[in-house]
């Protein structure tokens, strides 16, 4: 038997190293309450990878990987930082160009939502 798809599910978030991209569907976005100008981060603990938001407040100065949505009306969110990507590409020994990831459960810890990202099973 041959499948036609080889993953039915659809990445949650999604790294480019050459361009630095970073795409955030509208789901991860909700849970971690992004708006335009937020940044993300990702923080690495016990060898897992959690992907929290950084909340900016005033808007002074330069942030790298600040958020904004894909179009208008969208609830996707698209960030942009090589130095991000590839560090989180490199340490997972990913050596794709481009690599998207589910996402787990999130939890709350000192007032930060953290999302699991799940560098297991890659998606592309």
Same mark, same amino acid.
């Given at each position: 038997?041959?499948?036609?798809?080889?993953?039915? /599910?659809?990445?949650?978030?999604?790294?480019?190293? @050459?361009? #630095?991209?970073?795409?955030?569907? +509208?789901?991860?976005? %909700?849970?971690?309450?992004?708006?335009?100008?937020?940044?993300?981060?990702?923080?690495?603990?016990?060898?897992?990878?959690?992907?929290?938001?950084?909340?900016?407040?005033?808007?002074?100065? /330069?942030?790298?990987?600040q958020c904004w949505p894909t @179009?208008? #009306?969208?609830?996707?969110?698209? +960030?942009?930082?090589? %130095?991000?990507?590839?560090?989180?590409?490199?340490?997972?020994?990913?050596?794709?160009?481009?690599?998207?990831?589910?996402?787990?459960?999130?939890?709350?810890?000192?007032?930060?939502t953290y999302v699991p990202i799940?560098?297991?099973?890659?998606?592309?």
């Amino acid at each position: 038997m041959i499948k036609l798809l080889e993953h039915n /599910r659809r990445p949650d978030i999604s790294f480019s190293r @050459k361009r #630095g991209t970073i795409r955030i569907t +509208a789901r991860v976005a %909700r849970v971690l309450a992004l708006r335009p100008g937020d940044a993300i981060n990702i923080a690495v603990s016990n060898g897992e990878y959690y992907l929290h938001a950084v909340h900016i407040t005033n808007g002074i100065g /330069r942030f790298e990987a600040q958020c904004w949505p894909t @179009k208008k #009306g969208s609830g996707n969110y698209c +960030a942009s930082c090589v %130095r991000l990507c590839r560090s989180l590409l490199d340490s997972v020994g990913v050596k794709a160009d481009k690599v998207a990831y589910m996402v787990g459960q999130a939890f709350e810890r000192d007032d930060t939502t953290y999302v699991p990202i799940i560098t297991l099973h890659p998606l592309l």
